[in-house]
């Protein structure tokens, strides 16, 4: 508006409100993309200032499709004096957040346990809302607490639940069968209507992402073999599913999934690439369609991992009490992309589907629309990130 000056009238004033109040709802989302909402993310000030930058000419760059598409106004000058304010602005907003979080309005937090997990976390990201004290806490964490602390007012967690809290998984070495009966439920409204928003998103993704399901056709025949690999994987109540995606490794391959890691030479030239950009999993949308799959929960592994893991991690099998999907909660966690190329033995691959099954049991928990929508979003941004 400023470019406007004397000319501005109520006209104007509402055309423009109009257009990027509407426009506005993008940004947002695009700022949720790169994760702008992430709390973690956001202390460190270097990566903030990449990342909103980056947003922006993001949104700069979608603005101007918009107008394009739909010129109700032309607004040049101010749209780039509109993407400067909100530049400063989110810098400045996510700044003193972290500072504001980071220095009042904490939760005081009392570990009554050998926990180093949680007091490490808690001192490393002061923009979550904990401090660390043994004086009037608002938070006291124990799992063997007298009358005395219920008189000090402070709100009493055990275990699992401060791990729910602040690290938003559950702890497998401290489940127990009380907590799964109260805590794993059906859903039944949600998963209806989470349904009919699997199969919308479905066809809208199969019709955007054919071209490069098509091309790719093409790539794999040409070098060779059948197009589809489709493997047997347990699905919901361990229920048998047949996945369905492009083939990217040497016809008759053997060997275990996790001994090779990025580097597994049984990959095709071509499934190297596919397995980049992701475009091997893009068939498992007719699997979401179907039913078999979501495109949010818990990943699904072959009949002959999950055999070998029930052994292994114990309450394995609750991973299986919901639908699986496509990309879930345990796929955000960074241990999860640092490790996940990096499995060479059986040991390795304990350790890493023992942390990933506490964050399935995390999602399947506290599974709604809400964490969806953030499962999905962060999803994005780690597939662009690549």
């Avoid at 504001?100 to 949680?118: A, G, H, P, Q, R």
């Avoid at 919901?322 to 033995?345: F, H, M, R, V």
């Amino acid at each position: 508006m400023i470019g406007f000056g004397q000319n501005l009238n109520k006209e104007i004033f509402s055309d423009h409100l109009v257009s990027f109040s509407f426009l506005y709802i993008f940004w947002i989302i695009i700022f949720a993309f790169f994760g702008l909402y992430d709390l973690k993310s956001i202390k460190r000030y270097s990566y903030l200032i990449t990342r909103i930058s980056i947003s922006i000419i993001f949104c700069i760059i979608l603005s101007v499709l918009f107008f394009y598409l739909f010129p109700l106004i032309t607004p040049k000058t101010n749209l780039l004096i509109f993407s400067v304010l909100i530049w400063l602005f989110t810098l400045i907003t996510r700044r003193l957040f972290v500072v504001v979080f980071s220095s009042f309005f904490k939760t005081k937090i009392s570990i009554m346990i050998e926990e180093n997990e949680l007091k490490e976390a808690i001192t490393e990201h002061p923009q979550l809302g904990f401090q660390l004290t043994d004086e009037n806490p608002d938070i006291i964490v124990s799992e063997d607490l007298d009358y005395k602390a219920l008189l000090r007012k402070a709100r009493i967690l055990n275990t699992i639940q401060a791990y729910e809290l602040v690290l938003q998984r559950i702890p497998l070495n401290k489940l127990t069968k009380e907590w799964i009966f109260q805590n794993l439920n059906e859903r039944d409204v949600y998963d209806k209507v989470k349904r009919i928003i699997d199969i919308v998103m479905g066809v809208v993704f199969m019709v955007i992402t054919s071209p490069f399901v098509l091309i790719s056709f093409v790539l794999i025949k040409l070098d060779g073999g059948p197009i589809f690999y489709i493997e047997e994987r347990y699905g919901k109540k361990l229920k048998n599913i047949k996945i369905i995606k492009l083939r990217t490794m040497k016809e008759n391959h053997s060997g275990t999934p996790w001994t090779e890691g990025k580097d597994d030479p049984r990959i095709t030239k071509i499934g190297k690439i596919l397995r980049f950009l992701h475009i091997d999993e893009f068939p498992q949308v007719f699997n979401i369609i179907k039913g078999d799959l979501s495109f949010i929960g818990p990943r699904p592994e072959s009949l002959n991992t999950v055999e070998f893991l029930e052994k292994e991690i114990p309450y394995y099998h609750l991973r299986h009490f919901i639908k699986p999907g496509a990309t879930g909660w345990a796929q955000l966690d960074s241990a999860y992309e640092n490790n996940s190329g990096n499995i060479s033995s059986k040991e390795d691959k304990i350790a890493y589907d023992f942390r990933k099954v506490e964050y399935d049991l995390y999602y399947i928990k506290n599974r709604s629309f809400i964490l969806d929508l953030d499962i999905l979003l962060k999803s994005l941004k780690l597939f662009f990130k690549q």
